[in-house]
């Protein structure tokens, strides 16, 4: 193998190498399997074209276009685009695959399902990252730069997966294989001087050559020198960050023990589930994610909830590391639940099953549960009363993921006088859910005061605060507005008084807890909508948030300060008048405002931080499903016309040969057939002889092109008739009957004779295309000619006097 083949094998090894270090970020490796041998196409196409050879650009033109042919081949017609005929199926669906994994990018939680979409980008990002390596390595020779691309793809993987326990490895397969492709490099330079030096024999280094240590001892070859050094960089890479407390938690510091649940119980580490939420939710096709049956009589209420938000520091909202423990077959009694509620209520049974492209690690469950009957590995968090997928692998957790399982709980049926008259809570409960940050705006608890003014109790207050937002203080549910962080995004919310969930829950909450009322905020789903048989969807669109307000005697209570069509405000919450549903607040006068419905309008596009919440309503929906009918027809045949000039530019010299071909042997000239012979075996390699009689010329074509015997009597056949063509007497006629299947038939045994790589040349890049710059240079040299034939003839016609 020479040194150029090896650097293009061990370029494209460090690419796939480099390329592992993304598998964290999909459940599954399958799709490394289809990255790698169209990796390996791409690189045999670069030798190949190398090898003709074709210039640099020709040569990355001819990579790129077969790895977009091959990508076609194998993810063109899988995205449901609605279009029919090979046009949708190499333009249209290869387009909207591309563009859906782009949105599975940002709304599937790490690690994601290997969704089409999301696997074509991932094998064409590999794709592009190995052409640039081998372009650089192999094709402009700086295999020191080739670590750029290399490095920009293990960057984005260690970015987006965050380290973990295996993130070494990866580092370490990247390390090897751009070192070894460095080696290559060196090696193949080395070689180009003549022998590669090794080391001088023990005890025998002579002093000429400049090889010998002080101590005459082994003198070290350049290569094993690099690997030796390749080797300790290494090292050193992989030891510092372990020796250095600095970076003991950076890339290749280990996790902390919270998330994988190891340890004594294991914990859940402090990560904001909504990011988790926003990740697999997909609100551009409203998908169902959950469908469950349930005998409760009240399924507006059967709310599907995954975990509670209990710590707010100022900035956001999340979930605090606490222990975990095993699943007992009993729940333990909900917090603060007294018998009294809980005799009144009911036990009912739901039966949910999860879609296979929801990917959340948390159990939606009805609250609170009683009993969970699911299979798999879970963990329990008593406080929030959640069920957390527990560890499965190196860096695999378990997941909702198609499971169907079953849960009881207790539907609850407090009264507004058992809310009003609640005993103050424990003063355990009371200081760990009232904590505010010291940074939080006075304005919050501020406006709390002033809102819940004259009420004497925690119940009347979280009502008043509920109607707040709700009925009659000037909010309008606005999904354009950005959710936003930080301790003045409460602030901002009070002032501008637009938002979507979040911002009414964690409002609520933020002001609850100024008031001294232990609150929290919960995430997961409205109860879904009914279907004919029984059964209920619940979809993207039903992603939310509510805040929830304890009172001991009946524990974590939901109330709904959001303004959202579809929102149902519990019966207890409604001190006053038992209004059906509070009614959605009249827009403000100005003629820009957005009129207070639950999706944008269809002028107006829904943040993507909406979107991946579900906040963007059914109008958002309706606009995908009823404003979008696809491309329109002249973007379909402008990306026809595109693919059509890609994928036919190879192909001209092939068609202008069967062009030429053709013309020439409908002639029914001699000659003619003579000269297309004479191309063909150019073609394959064997030069045209102008100096040659045809006789001779017939006889070195069968030579060289080894044809067999009858294609080699076909070539005699056309010389013969060649010869009598020069040489008969005037007005003599030549017969040409069966020429052109002669010309045709040692056409296909000079073809049979050569290899596949020069067959394939002969076709697409024959060499007699170098008639038509002949043939070029020769029309200009003629225009050239005639013009000063004409310019000469001009100037002599004019008078002296003018030719100065």
């Not at 790129?64 to 993810?75: G, R, Y």
């Not at 959710?483 to 933020?510: N, W, Y």
């Not at 596949?756 to 002969?762: F, M, Q």
Request: proline fraction near 7%.
């Amino acid at each position: 193998m020479s040194g150029r083949a090896k650097l293009t094998l061990f370029a494209a090894l460090a690419t796939l190498l480099t390329a592992w270090s993304l598998t964290p970020l999909v459940d599954t490796s399958a799709w490394l399997l289809k990255a790698a041998p169209l990796l390996a196409l791409q690189s045999a196409v670069g030798a190949g074209a190398r090898r003709v050879p074709l210039g640099r650009s020709l040569t990355v033109a001819a990579q790129l276009l077969v790895s977009l042919v091959l990508l076609a081949f194998f993810f063109g017609g899988k995205a449901e685009s609605g279009g029919t005929g090979p046009m949708a199926y190499l333009v249209t669906d290869f387009g909207a695959l591309f563009v859906q994994g782009v949105q599975d990018v940002g709304e599937f939680a790490i690690p994601a399902p290997p969704t089409d979409g999301i696997q074509l980008l991932l094998v064409s990002g590999v794709l592009v990252i190995g052409l640039l390596v081998d372009a650089l390595a192999v094709t402009l020779r700086t295999a020191a730069a080739a670590g750029l691309p290399l490095l920009a793809l293990y960057s984005v993987a260690a970015g987006l997966a965050g380290g973990g326990e295996a993130s070494w490895f990866s580092f370490l397969l990247a390390g090897s294989g751009y070192l070894m492709m460095l080696l290559a490099e060196g090696r193949d330079r080395l070689a180009q001087w003549g022998r590669v030096f090794g080391a001088a024999p023990r005890g025998r280094a002579s002093a000429d050559s400049g090889l010998s240590s002080a101590q005459g001892g082994q003198a070290m070859a350049p290569v094993r020198a690099g690997r030796r050094i390749g080797a300790a960089a290494l090292g050193l890479a992989l030891a510092v960050p372990m020796a250095l407390p600095a970076l003991g938690g950076g890339m290749l510091g280990a996790r902390d023990g919270g998330e994988d649940g190891s340890g004594p119980g294991g914990t859940i580490s402090a990560v904001n589930p909504l990011v988790s939420l926003q990740s697999n939710l997909n609100t551009q096709d409203n998908r169902v994610v959950l469908k469950y049956r349930t005998d409760s009589p009240q399924q507006s209420e059967q709310y599907l909830r995954f975990v509670a938000l209990d710590e707010f520091n100022g900035v956001k909202w999340e979930a605090s590391g606490r222990a975990l423990t095993d699943v007992p077959e009993r729940l333990p009694n909900p917090p603060g639940l007294s018998d009294q509620v809980r005799v009144s209520a009911s036990e009912v049974r739901t039966s949910i099953s999860a879609a296979d492209n929801y990917t959340q690690r948390y159990l939606p469950m009805p609250y609170p549960a009683t009993a969970v009957e699911i299979g798999g590995k879970w963990r329990f968090e008593p406080a929030g009363r959640t069920l957390v997928g527990d560890q499965m692998g190196r860096e695999k957790f378990q997941n909702v993921q198609g499971a169907q399982y079953t849960v009881r709980s207790l539907l609850l049926k407090p009264t507004a006088q058992q809310l009003q008259k609640a005993p103050e809570p424990y003063p355990a409960i009371r200081e760990e859910y009232t904590r505010v940050p010291d940074n939080l705006p006075p304005v919050v608890a501020e406006t709390a005061r002033q809102v819940t003014q004259g009420s004497r109790d925690d119940y009347s207050r979280a009502v008043k605060l509920q109607d707040y937002f709700a009925v009659n203080g000037g909010f309008r549910y606005n999904t354009r507005t950005a959710s936003g962080t930080g301790p003045q995004a409460v602030a901002r919310f009070l002032a501008d008084k637009e938002g979507f969930c979040i911002h009414f829950a964690f409002s609520m909450a933020a002001m609850s807890r100024s008031l001294g009322i232990p609150a929290r905020v919960a995430v997961g789903f409205t109860p879904g909508e009914k279907q004919s048989d029984g059964s209920v969807n619940v979809t993207m669109r039903d992603a939310h948030a509510w805040p929830e307000l304890y009172f001991e005697g009946v524990g974590w209570t939901r109330f709904e300060p959001t303004p959202r069509a579809g929102i149902n405000v519990p019966d207890y919450s409604r001190a006053q008048a038992p209004a059906a549903q509070p009614s959605a607040p009249a827009p403000l006068p100005s003629q820009s405002a957005a009129q207070p419905s639950a999706a944008p309008s269809k002028s107006e596009a829904c943040p993507p931080a909406l979107k991946k919440l579900g906040e963007c309503g059914a109008a958002a929906a309706a606009q995908g499903a009823s404003g979008d009918d696809g491309p329109s027809v002249t973007t379909v045949l402008g990306w026809a016309a595109a693919v059509v000039a890609v994928l036919g530019l190879p192909l001209l010299p092939l068609l202008w040969r069967s062009r030429l071909r053709a013309r020439r042997l409908g002639t029914g000239k001699v000659l003619d057939a003579w000269r297309e012979l004479g191309d063909a075996a150019w073609d394959v390699g064997v030069a045209p002889d102008e100096a040659l009689s045809p006789r001779r010329a017939a006889a070195r074509m069968a030579d060289l092109g080894a044809l067999e015997p009858e294609a080699a009597q076909a070539v005699h056949r056309v010389a013969g008739a060649v010869e009598r063509a020069l040489y008969a007497p005037p007005g003599a006629q030549v017969s040409y009957d069966g020429l052109a299947q002669d010309v045709l038939l040692a056409r296909a045994g000079l073809l049979a004779a050569v290899g596949r790589a020069a067959r394939v040349r002969a076709l697409l890049l024959p060499r007699s295309l170098a008639r038509l710059s002949w043939a070029a240079s020769a029309r200009w040299s003629s225009i050239a000619a005639a013009t000063s034939t004409r310019a000469t003839a001009l100037r002599a016609r004019l008078p002296l006097r003018n030719r100065a």
